[in-house]
């Protein structure tokens, strides 16, 4: 079964990330792992974040692969900025 991607958006808020938090609920329910391209990502809100590193904890504890490809220079400013890069690191694939 190959991974599903999921293109996150340039500007990545609460309300952009409403369709890709419920396609990742979809997608963890479903037993599918998942690709999350952040390459486009220029600017990323802490809510946002919230949602990816949700993401990352409920594949993880379903045993389901999720990744975050090709993320941009912001999208990895973002987490370090915040302190939480260390909780994002394993699902990172550059």
């Known amino acids: 079964m190959s991974d599903t991607v999921i293109l996150l958006p340039v500007i990545a808020e609460a309300e952009q990330m409403r369709p890709i938090r419920d ?3 979809r997608h963890l329910e479903a037993g ?3 690709k999350v391209d952040a390459r486009e990502v220029c600017r990323i809100s802490t809510a946002a974040v919230q949602v990816l590193l949700a993401a990352c904890a409920s594949f993880q504890a379903a ?3 999720l ?3 090709e993320p941009s220079d912001e999208f990895m400013e973002t987490f370090s900025d915040l302190g939480l890069y260390a909780h ?6 550059f």
Do not use: R
Request: no cysteine.
């Open 32 to 34: 599918q792992p998942v």
């Open 67 to 69: 990744a975050y490809v």
């Open 63 to 65: 045993g389901l692969a």
């Open 23 to 25: 396609a990742l609920i």
């Open 88 to 93: 994002l690191g394993e699902h990172i694939e």
